[in-house]
């Protein structure tokens, strides 16, 4: 019913940076809250920032100052622009939609999880 497509992950040194895109697709009334989680092996799945639809927007406290949220001129498609990367933003990044969607029952509020891209900053 939704779908997310991100990319934009990849190897890049210490210092360097990446811009992630994520898409979301399919019956949205409205994008509440969009946001991206990442997850280090045997770690688990934190936030990393979030918009809503108003734009405002939220960050981890290891990424203030080093990456940016925003909203793209497509609909319903969000970037993340890191900078300044660090081995330790190592990680799978996950894109999280918090959307209201139409269901033959009216207007409804659910999750959806992407597929997850690979970031790993090399020192």
């Known amino acids: 019913q939704v779908q997310l497509v991100e990319s934009g992950g990849g190897l890049v040194q210490a210092g360097g940076s990446l811009r992630l895109s994520c898409a979301a697709s399919g019956s949205i009334f409205r994008a509440n809250v969009i946001s991206w989680y990442r997850q280090a092996p045997g770690e688990q799945r934190d936030l990393v920032a979030a918009?809503?639809?108003?734009?405002?927007?939220n960050y981890a406290d290891s990424v203030k100052g080093r990456f940016t949220i925003s909203r793209g001129n497509v609909k319903n498609t969000v970037y993340l622009q890191m900078n300044s990367l660090k081995p330790e933003d190592t990680a799978v990044y996950y894109c999280?939609?918090?959307?209201?969607?139409?269901?033959?029952?009216?207007?409804?509020?659910?999750?959806?999880w992407g597929q997850g891209t690979q970031v790993t900053v090399s020192s």
């Open positions: 918009i809503t639809d108003g734009g405002s927007t």
């Open positions: 999280n939609a918090d959307v209201t969607v139409q269901t033959l029952g009216g207007l409804t509020r659910r999750g959806y």
